[in-house]
């Protein structure tokens, strides 16, 4: 069996690394697998997608590895282009996990609904947003993720949020273009995104889960993530 490759699991840059620790246990083992930690770049100044892309390619140089999967999940997504480009010619494949598609040229404000930018810059206070769990009603967070110690364990890593990062456009890059990428979509809200995602003629997978399943109930991701690196080995 050939050698399979390195998984770099990329959060979203709203939230932290415990997002995908639970599908990275089940993955050791089977795969070698990376979860960079972006903590705190979205509290900070920009430029973002720049910051993004520099921690993930350091910790991929320290590994090695001749091989990567670049995974996304959420926000993330918008940015494995330019994590492409500083990793370099080492990515062979990209999976988008209920993740925002790329967006060269435009900021996450431009891409969204006029009503989201309403709404984030009414809650802004001197430029900076609340934690992300505090832009909903408690009892969402509680009904996402119910165990209590995998809530606390997510919400310890969240911090403030610039709005600039929001405002800030995403860097036109073509090298991704040509990796192969899939979709798997966990929740209702990305059904726009996984539908772009099918007509670009990407593998499309959808799973009646929600946007944290990945954190609740890992193994339907894993799996997926696994079957995906293991047909690029083979491939």
């Known amino acids: 069996m050939p050698p399979t490759p390195l998984l770099i699991m990329v959060h979203s840059p709203l939230v932290g690394p415990a997002t995908w620790q639970p599908v990275a246990r089940l993955l050791h083992g089977r795969h070698d697998v990376m979860v960079p930690s972006l903590h705190g770049i979205a509290a900070g100044p ?10 993930v ?17 959420s ?5 494995l282009p330019a994590i492409v480009d500083a990793v370099d010619e080492c990515v062979i494949g990209i999976a988008f996990v209920d993740a925002q598609l790329p967006r060269p040229g435009l900021s996450d404000f431009d ?33 996402l993720i119910p165990q209590a110690e995998q809530r606390e364990a997510f919400l310890s890593e969240l911090h403030p949020i610039a709005l600039a990062y929001f405002q800030e456009p995403a860097p036109r890059t073509e090298s991704w273009s040509a990796t192969q990428c899939t979709y798997l979509q966990l929740s209702e809200s990305y059904t726009y995104q996984a539908d772009r995602a099918e007509a670009l003629g990407w ?3 959808r799973l009646a889960a929600d946007h944290l399943s990945l954190v609740t109930d890992p193994e339907p991701v894993a799996d997926f ?6 047909t690029l080995a083979n491939s």
């Open 75 to 79: 926000g993330a997504g918008a940015y």
């Open 57 to 73: 390619a350091r910790d991929a140089r320290d590994t090695h590895a001749d091989e990567i999967v670049l995974i996304g999940h």
């Open 203 to 205: 593998p499309t997978t």
């Open 46 to 55: 920009g430029p973002y997608a720049r910051r993004i892309a520099e921690v």
């Open 111 to 143: 891409a969204s609904p006029p009503d989201f930018r309403e709404a984030l810059t009414a809650m802004a206070q001197d430029g900076m947003l609340p934690p992300w769990d505090r832009w909903f009603p408690p009892e969402v967070l509680t009904e």
């Open 225 to 230: 993530l696994s079957e995906f690196a293991r």
